[in-house]
């Protein structure tokens, strides 16, 4: 029996060590290829996707909070250099509001496309790829801890990876910095799960929102960097909103929703149109398909770590009565920002 016993932990511990090393191995590749991008942008990988240097760099500095954070920041300013206080506080600010905060990093790129930026990383047949993020894994651990409520994107993501990788099932664009549609619907289905568990939910009425499946062209953020511009990419959108001939129109996000969507760009990409490709088709959208009503929306198109939480004190102080009602905040920004902000520091919720 001990021995049997012996023998299974010992098993145990060499995957996990053979994991961390694959993990290790992955991260020097990453730092390798983002010190060396030509442009300092974009890391060309193979079969035509491209990643951002930055989002590299990041992957490759492993644990970025407490004592290592000073190391591994972006950010300047000393005080804000570690997103771990950051947002244990903010957590804090929020549930003495009454508000749920509902924190959702989105993976980086290369963490589920691994094997393609790097060859080594390709994973069985019939199998995902490995989970290379362990620095990823310890830091949502932690905040878990400490009472933060976490949504692992990676965790379904990954399974995801088996699906044939279409412009139906990509769950990040090729040419772009961003998530596809198909990651919009997912992390909408799985914050919606989680809502709708809630005693209020009950109690807020809901609506009638269409939906039609419709296949875009873009071109990417990154691409668009590229010598040669690739051919423009083909993405497949669920495109949300009230009944009308051809597509649905938009909803617009509404102030008074007890859901409020915070974050960085991938908040806006495929619903405030321009540079973000299209309207109607965003995470926005497909919260208030999944949820019945329209969420409010407060996004930018730079760090969701600082500047989207200062715009939302910046609509508190407009409106005196805005966090009256509100349950649920939805934090949602691109886990490169954990070492690639401006920096996170202590930022005020409301007066």
């Known amino acids: 029996m001990k021995s049997a016993l012996l023998t299974t932990i010992l098993a145990l511990f060499t995957i996990t060590a053979q994991a961390e090393d694959a993990a290790q191995a992955f991260r020097a590749e990453c730092g390798k290829m983002a010190a060396e991008a030509a442009d300092g942008i974009t890391v060309p990988g193979s079969d035509g996707w491209l990643f951002l240097a930055r989002e590299l760099r990041h992957i490759s500095v492993g644990?970025?909070?407490?004592?290592?954070?000073?190391?591994?920041?972006?950010a300047t300013n000393p005080d804000q250099?570690?997103?771990?206080?950051?947002?244990?506080?903010?957590?804090?600010?929020l549930k003495k509001l009454g508000i749920e905060l509902i924190l959702v990093p989105v993976p980086?790129?290369?963490i589920v496309y691994p094997d393609?930026?790097?060859?080594?990383?390709?994973?069985?047949?019939?199998?995902?790829?490995?989970?290379?993020?362990?620095?990823?894994?310890?830091?949502?651990?932690?905040?878990?801890?400490?009472?933060?409520?976490?949504?692992?994107?990676?965790?379904?993501?990954?399974?995801?990876?088996?699906?044939?990788?279409?412009?139906?099932?990509?769950?990040y664009c090729q040419g772009d910095t961003h998530w596809s549609g198909l990651a919009c619907v997912r992390t909408a289905q799985l914050i919606a799960k989680e809502l709708k568990t809630r005693p209020w939910y009950n109690d807020i009425e809901r609506q009638t929102i269409e939906m039609v499946e419709r296949s875009v062209q873009i071109n990417g953020d990154l691409a668009r960097e590229m010598p040669t511009k690739p051919a423009p990419e083909k993405l497949h959108?669920?495109?949300?909103?009230?009944?009308?001939?051809?597509?649905p129109k938009p909803l617009p996000p509404d102030e008074a929703s007890p859901v409020i969507l915070l974050g960085d760009s991938h908040t806006l990409v495929f619903h405030s149109g321009g540079d973000m490709h299209t309207t109607g088709a965003g995470l926005a959208d497909q919260l208030a398909y999944e949820l019945g009503?329209?969420?409010?929306?407060?996004?930018?198109?730079?760090?969701?770590?600082?500047?989207?939480?200062?715009?939302?004190?910046?609509?508190g102080r407009r409106n005196a009565d805005y966090f009256t009602g509100k349950k649920a905040l939805i934090w949602c920004f691109s886990a490169r920002e954990f070492t690639e902000s401006s920096g996170w520091g202590i930022v005020p919720v409301t007066r």
Not at 237 to 246: C, M, S
Not at 295 to 307: E, F, K, T, W, Y
């Open 293 to 315: 009503f329209p969420v409010d929306l407060i996004g930018v198109r730079g760090s969701g770590a600082r500047p989207a939480r200062v715009n939302l004190y910046r609509r």
């Open 63 to 74: 644990q970025f909070w407490g004592d290592k954070a000073a190391e591994v920041s972006r």
């Open 237 to 247: 959108l669920r495109f949300v909103g009230t009944q009308q001939a051809g597509l």
């Open 81 to 93: 250099q570690d997103p771990l206080p950051a947002i244990v506080d903010y957590n804090e600010q």
């Open 108 to 110: 980086p790129k290369a």
């Open 116 to 171: 393609k930026l790097a060859a080594a990383a390709a994973p069985p047949e019939g199998q995902p790829p490995a989970r290379l993020d362990s620095a990823h894994r310890e830091f949502y651990k932690l905040l878990r801890e400490k009472g933060v409520n976490v949504i692992d994107l990676t965790e379904e993501f990954l399974p995801l990876r088996l699906l044939p990788q279409d412009d139906k099932n990509k769950i």
